[in-house]
């Protein structure tokens, strides 16, 4: 169960790691909610 849990943070961090370098996808998200009608 540990083992388990200890993996998943660690992919968790990877991918917080890759969004962090690659900040392309957070303009996209804000032009998105953006265009949204509310």
């Known amino acids: ?4 849990t200890h993996s998943f943070l660690l992919i968790l961090l990877l991918l917080i790691h890759l969004l962090l370098l690659i900040p392309i996808p957070f303009g996209f998200l804000f032009d998105f909610y953006e265009t949204e009608p509310f």
């Open 1 to 4: 169960m540990a083992s388990s």
